[in-house]
């Protein structure tokens, strides 16, 4: 994401955040709504793994099939991401 971001923000230095939002509301993509939404979902990984008061959570939350959705999920909008910055 933040590749996408140096690409269309040339000269700019990348905000210091984790936040898939916000840093992709700054770039030139178009997500449809559904990926957009799903990128709060991916930052929020980052945050709810990173202090101990959202580990538990997390780990209730981070099922076999939760995980292997969020795989698929995450791979398509990787693939997508990449074929942009091309």
């Known amino acids: 994401m933040k590749a996408q971001w140096i690409k269309d ?4 230095v990348p905000p210091k955040t984790h936040n898939l939002q916000h840093i992709a509301s700054q770039t030139k993509l178009q997500f449809d709504e559904n ?16 202090y ?3 580990k538990l959570k997390m ?3 981070a ?3 939760y995980n292997n959705v ?8 990787k ?4 074929n942009q910055l091309q």
């Open 35 to 50: 990926v957009y939404s799903y990128l709060a979902v991916i930052s929020s990984w980052n945050t709810e793994t990173r």
């Open 59 to 61: 780990y209730k939350t």
């Open 52 to 54: 101990p008061d959202y």
């Open 70 to 77: 969020a795989l698929i999920k995450v791979e398509k909008i």
């Open 63 to 65: 099922t076999g099939e």
């Open 9 to 12: 923000n040339e000269g700019n």
């Open 79 to 82: 693939k997508w991401m990449l």
